[in-house]
T-cell receptor, first 118, second 115 residues
Framework: AQKVTQAQTEISVVEKEDVTLDCVYE???????LFWYKQPPSGELVFLIR??????QNEISGRYSWNFQKSTSSFNFTITASQVVDSAVYFC???????????????FGKGTKLSVIP | DAGITQSPRHKVTETGTPVTLRCHQT?????MYWYRQDPGHGLRLIHY???????DKGEVSDGYSVSRSKTEDFLLTLESATSSQTSVYFC??????????????FGPGTRLTVL
């Protein structure tokens, strides 16, 4: 069964600090997809990134970067020079590729609440 | 932003009453999903649909049913609401189930309280 672990329940940083959110996953499949979502205090879920298991290139988007390492089954998310607007709950999620009941399911981690203090 | 709306946005009901939540999309995406979000559990899949009249169960489907008679609408029904179904319910859509374009986009959520 697939599983996503976000060991950090809550993190507080001072504005402009860098912060890394950890995500460790378990899957039997060789083909799978990893995602990060942001849930700000307003409650909506915002898609940030999707990565497939064949693409281990790190990705950078502005102040956001993602480090995918299959060897350690990790897909970590770093925010550089954090801002108050980054305060949110961040979810990592996994989708396996096998077909069958529930095969389109996203398995979410329990989320990491990030608080950026001015 | 993906065109996804949920109605109602907030509902308070009593134990034993039926409740129907509606998800409406304007993106013509094939796949639609219902999740519930509870503290300490993240989001968990209740049911999903891979086409009109095609649905399947997710991880926490007991006590829920769904229907999809049109591409744009996906209904979630609690036949007899219980206090354990107090939660925030999210609808999501995706263009594909697997492979390319399988990222899911979420609606604004419905906060349901069962007294």
């Amino acid at each position: 069964a697939q599983k996503v672990t976000q060991a950090q329940t809550e993190i507080s940083v001072v504005e402009k600090e860098d912060v890394t959110l950890d995500c460790v996953y378990e899957t039997r499949d060789t083909t799978y997809y990893l995602f990060w979502y942001k849930q700000p205090p307003s409650g909506e879920l915002v898609f940030l990134i999707r990565r497939n298991s064949f693409d281990e290139q790190n990705e950078i988007s502005g102040r956001y970067s993602w480090n995918f390492q299959k060897s350690t089954s990790s897909f970590n998310f770093t925010i550089t020079a954090s801002q108050v607007v980054d305060s949110a709950v961040y979810f990592c999620a996994l989708s396996e590729a096998y077909s069958g009941a529930g095969s389109y399911q996203l398995t979410f981690g329990k989320g990491t609440k990030l608080s950026v203090i001015p | 932003d993906a065109g996804i709306t949920q109605s109602p946005r907030h509902k308070v009901t009593e134990t034993g009453t039926p409740v129907t939540l509606r998800c409406h999309q304007t993106e013509n995406h094939r796949y639609m999903y219902w999740y519930r979000q509870d503290p300490g559990h993240g989001l968990r899949l209740i049911h999903y649909s891979y086409g009109v009249k095609d649905t399947d169960k997710g991880e926490v489907s007991d006590g829920y049913s769904v229907s999809r008679s049109k591409t744009e609408d996906f209904l979630l029904t609690l036949e007899s609401a219980t206090s354990s179904q107090t939660s925030v319910y999210f609808c999501a859509i995706s263009e594909s189930g697997q492979g390319m374009y399988n990222e899911q986009f979420f609606g604004p959520g419905t906060r349901l309280t069962v007294l």
